[in-house]
């Protein structure tokens, strides 16, 4: 008997029309109207009581369904890697099983369905941020490699002796890495934000930190760690008003909020497309127009460039001029999935649903003795995104996420979580993490109490 | 201020089998083909997920008697009699809490390490936690561990096994292979990359243990780094390594009387190897202040010699060879009190 607790047909609820062109090759489920219509909304069950977005969004996701260990899994690692609906699942393999054909070089009809493909890809993200242009989309392998590209392309252009870069503590190493070579390689200086009393990045500092000499700001939009959000319209005013550049790390809001480029007036954003319900292998760099014509080339190769002589080349316009090679085709196909499967529930639905989880989630964790939990404490002024880092006192966060995974089945993180300056600044070696999405719900939230109150006792048994 | 937080980070994988789900009678049993796989039990219809060793056989194996499995997993009789009896004790716990509660256990009873040896050569890379382990020969040149974490299930993983290696030879501690982790059913990832602590704690200090005999055998001074001096290292990986000589081709001559052992050297030399050329000289006094040289009794101090042979046996033998060549004939007097021969062994071509 087949161990599987959800067959593939009954997955109607939420998977997204088919929008391309390339329907007749789709094999999407066909969704009714009138489901779409309300989908939205809470649906009443025959208890009368309103079904979450969690509940319904689940049964696109049959990863979700199963057991690790001899205990249902309870996935709450969505920070590190997000799960994939059934229909981003499906466009992959679709594109593998149909139409699979190298895009900017072929004149036959795979090719050229490839291409549309690709480039409606392409369309779809420009669209999903708002940005104004799809050229202004650049494909990397994911936003380490974005930040890289403009580090690299961007920094190494434009960086002088002297010239200031402004990071926080708080960010990301593929947002700290990258700036420390390439100051290296110009003579630039990096200067750190670091918190305030309520753990967020001090934005007055930050304010004050910006001079004539500040070129480049780049910041995350999201904490993965914190949970909090950097105000990054009003970062972008101060940043201009000295010429500076902005650099916004979207990874752990594009798939969480509406991230609008054009209101945010951001000059770069990166995002990684396996955080929002897309393959892992893409992201995407937003760049505005202007700056990434005067970019050189990060990697060079096919594809960028638009003459090739033995001695000297010339090269295509962006977004090609920063896509060396073939692309991750059917990656980028998924990710406009992805993108068209989030947008069907609508980004502001997901985000009204995941502040009410994060709330659930600070209150419940915070109620268990012991706990320190990172980052700001939610109020009416400020809103957690639904991720809470912590520790145990006394409790090393290895022997937490083994026990809740052995004994539980429930999946969190332990470590640095890529911000060792962060930990660093916090005094503590790791922390556990637990972070959520739209397809969790309170019940997983009470499940991970359960099992980490069951945990801290059996250790606490052995002191 | 970036020593404590540079260890690359990763978690030390622990995973523990639910016995209880698997129809395996020989559980109790110290054999080779304990390859505990969780089964799907056609009572649910729920899939599991079970992590799989590279070493392993894959997980939907249904036999559990299939000895013949595609991979052998080294014989328990290799191990060090401690770590065997270890093996046998979590055989026979078979509930995944008690195992843990077992392994709590031991990391609680470990010895505490002293602050000052939590220096970053004894740091366990790809740990979360934060792992040292330190090494030292005791008198009779068996390796003693002392190991510490700040995670308690790691400190018990450390403390397995330095109650499993500690008070035991080299040679018998590079031997031992990672096989051992899948028969305590800790089912450790034994895919040997960088987030593997367990593994990573194993190879740490059998490297110790190795260098603790390479320095033993160097003599005088630390190993020479120029393009003449030869050391050759054996990475442990599944196989035991050779022994690991150091060629130390800078031959100082000192006319130094030799004693009764050194004499005993250069007639077992001479007799089996029939030297073109043979130099042998007793640089024990440099040596004079060892805690190992000052343990043993009765032979004048004589532990440490430099012994040079030229001579056609070592024809198309590797050094690795030679040396173990050379190491097989004094086998008695390494079991009597000589601590260290520094080789170098050459063909009469080659000289």
């Known amino acids: 008997m087949e161990g599987v607790a959800m067959k593939l047909p009954s997955f109607k609820s939420l998977a997204p029309t088919a929008i391309s062109v390339a329907s007749t090759f789709s094999i999407r489920r066909s969704f009714s109207v009138a489901r779409r219509s309300s989908s939205l909304s809470a649906t009443i069950t025959a208890d009368s009581e309103p079904v979450s977005l969690g509940h319904r969004a689940r049964k696109d996701f049959r990863i979700l369904h199963q057991e690790v260990n001899g205990s249902k899994l309870v996935y709450l690692d969505s920070a590190a890697t997000s799960q994939k609906p059934a229909s981003v699942l499906e466009a992959l393999q679709n594109y593998y099983e149909f139409y699979n054909s190298n895009v900017h070089r072929g004149i036959h009809y795979l090719s050229a369905k490839a291409t549309d493909e690709f480039e409606l890809a392409r369309k779809k993200v420009a669209r999903f941020i708002n940005a104004s242009d799809s050229r202004e989309i650049v494909f990397t392998r994911n936003a380490t490699e974005a930040i890289n590209l403009v580090a690299y392309s961007w920094g190494l252009s434009n960086l002088k002796p002297g010239d200031e870069v402004i990071l926080t503590v708080a960010e990301h190493h593929s947002c700290i890495v990258p700036w420390q070579i390439v100051s290296q390689k110009t003579g630039a200086v990096l200067k750190f934000v670091t918190l305030n009393e309520d753990e967020v990045p001090d934005i007055d500092m930050l304010r004050e930190m910006i001079s004539e000499k500040t070129k480049l700001v780049a910041v995350h939009h999201v904490s993965n760690v914190l949970a909090s959000s950097l105000p990054i319209e009003e970062i972008v005013v101060w940043a201009h008003d000295v010429g500076a550049k902005v650099l916004v790390d979207a990874c752990q809001s594009v798939p969480h909020m509406v991230v609008d480029v054009q209101k945010l007036n951001a000059d770069f954003l990166v995002a990684s497309s396996h955080k929002m319900c897309g393959p892992t292998g893409i992201g995407f760099l937003y760049g505005k127009s202007d700056l990434l014509l005067a970019m050189p080339p990060f990697l060079g190769g096919g594809e960028m460039i638009s003459d090739v002589f033995l001695d000297h080349s010339t090269y295509a316009e962006p977004p090609s001029r920063f896509e060396a090679g073939t692309p991750a085709i059917g990656e980028a196909i998924a990710l406009g999935a992805a993108c068209d499967y989030l947008s069907d529930i609508g980004m502001p639905k997901i985000h009204e649903y995941e502040v009410e989880l994060a709330k659930y989630l600070y209150e419940k964790l915070a109620s268990v003795p012991d706990v320190r939990i990172y980052g700001p404490r939610p109020s009416e002024s400020v809103q957690r995104a639904a991720l809470c880092s912590f520790n145990v006192e006394g409790l090393h966060p290895t022997d937490l996420a083994t026990f809740l995974d052995q004994q539980h089945g429930v999946a969190i993180r332990s470590g640095h979580h890529c911000a060792q300056p962060l930990h660093r600044y916090l005094g503590v070696n790791a922390s556990a993490r637990a972070s959520l999405y739209f397809y969790n719900t309170k019940e997983d939230v009470d499940s991970f109490i359960f099992a980490l109150a069951d945990t801290v006792s059996f250790f606490n048994s052995f002191k | ?351």
């Open chain 2, 1 to 351: 201020m970036a020593a404590s937080m540079s260890s690359s980070c990763c978690l030390s994988s622990l995973r523990l089998i639910p016995f209880k789900r698997t129809f395996f009678s020989s559980v109790n049993r110290p054999s080779k083909n304990l390859i505990f796989r969780p089964i799907p039990s056609f009572l649910r219809t729920i899939v599991t997920f079970q992590k799989i060793p590279t070493v392993i056989v894959p997980p939907l194996s249904a036999s559990s008697s299939s000895p013949s499995s595609s991979v052998d997993l080294q014989p328990i009789e290799e191990l060090p009699p401690k770590l065997q009896e270890i093996v046998k004790l979590f055989q026979s716990v078979q509930e995944p809490k008690a195992k843990y509660e077992q392994l709590l256990f031991y990391g609680k009873n470990l010895k505490p390490l002293d602050s000052r040896f939590k220096t970053r050569e004894n740091k366990v890379e790809g740990c979360v936690s934060q792992v040292w382990v330190r090494a030292f020969f005791d008198e009779e040149r068996n390796v003693v561990y002392e190991a510490d974490s700040d995670s308690v299930l790691t400190k018990g993983l450390a403390a397995l096994l330095v109650n499993g290696l500690s008070g035991r030879p080299v040679t018998e501690i590079l031997r031992v292979t990672p096989d051992f982790a899948v028969l305590l059913g800790l089912q450790q990832s034994l895919t040997p990359s960088r987030n593997n602590g367990f593994l990573n704690m194993l190879k740490l200090m059998q490297k110790k243990a190795l260098s603790l005999e390479v320095k033993a055998e160097e003599g005088s001074s630390e190993s020479t780094t120029d393009e003449a001096s030869v050391v050759e290292v054996v990475v442990l990986d599944s196989e035991p390594p050779s022994v690991v000589e150091v060629e130390d081709t800078e031959s100082v001559s000192k006319i130094v009387a030799l004693g009764s052992r050194g004499m005993r050297i250069r007639e077992k030399l001479e007799k089996e190897l029939t030297p073109d050329e043979l130099e042998v000289e007793d640089v024990s006094y440099q040596h004079a202040g060892h805690a190992a040289v000052r343990g043993s009794a009765g032979d004048d101090g004589e532990t440490h010699f430099n012994v040079r042979v030229v001579s056609d046996a070592f024809q198309g033998k590797s050094l690795v060879k030679r040396h173990r060549m050379v190491y097989d004939l004094l086998q008695e007097e390494l079991q009597s009190g000589l601590h260290a021969l520094s080789i170098a062994a050459k063909t009469p071509a080659e000289v």
